[in-house]
């Protein structure tokens, strides 16, 4: 089975109380670890895989719960720096009645926007591995620098390079995205995972099918569509495969997509990916698919991110 390797941000999700307007009292907020990145490393380790996560943790009380609580759920922390330099990010977290999130996010500065290919393990990509991020990793010069080094470190060395867009406003300077910086970043994965959402703030003008066309033309093998409770897409070049989820009643979608993606890479872990046809095998596309939407829609049933993330006998028959 392959191993996966996350990097990016970790931080901590301080999730409100309060569930909408439903919510009488004050508002209290408990703290979650969390973290794009890091929910897909902990989805990894709990569905059986052997997970390691790389990235940039304060020295403080934040960063000493999040590299506990990734050991707890069995994820390779060997890869996780800490720095004095900057604090570990908050982000506190507000939910609507249907359990859809709002962020205000205390990032920048953080620690997590402080690593460098320096702090990178030593042969990291020496043995073949499926390399997770998102472009949280992008908001800032010098971490847009790193994320993208580490990218083409991992395609040179024979790597599945997996991007989700994760796209969060709120985090880039004047909340307006580097599109240009997000595109190159997809355009150098062999798997992209986008929202319906994401994929309509990527394209702008641009025609929807012709945009898919260029990241699959730029390299992609496979591109997955998600639409929260509604059909999945998976794009190739030889057409489009569709899946509903099943139907759950969402308490906090902290971590359905990260969960979602934990799953498609399970599947692919699991999978010949090193053959170049593997993303046109339909059989394996329906089982990843599967098993992907399973993960998301148990996940959003529970609070929190890491502990809502299932083990394979939660979405396994």
Known sequence: MTPVIAFGEA???????RLGSSTQGPETFTPYAGGAP????????RLGLTSRFLGMLGDDHFGDFIA?????????????????????????????????RTFDFYRPPAADLLYRTEHLPQGVFAEPAIVHLCSNSLTDEDIAETSLAITEMASRAGCLVSVDANLRHNLWPDHQIDIGLVTRLLDQADLIKLSTDELDALRGDHPREDWLAERLAAGARLIVITDGPGSVAAHTIRGVTHMTPPAVTAVDTTAGGDAFIGGLLAALADHDWQQPDWAQDGAFLERALTLACRCGAHAVTRPGAYSALPRREDVID
């Open 11 to 17: 931080l901590v999700d301080m999730l409100s109380s």
């Open 68 to 100: 506990a609580e990734l050991q707890h759920h069995g994820v390779d922390v060997s890869g996780v720096a800490r720095t004095k330099e900057a604090r570990t990010a908050l982000a506190f977290v507000s939910r609507d009645d249907q359990g859809e």
């Open 38 to 45: 890091a929910n897909v490393s902990v989805a990894c380790a």
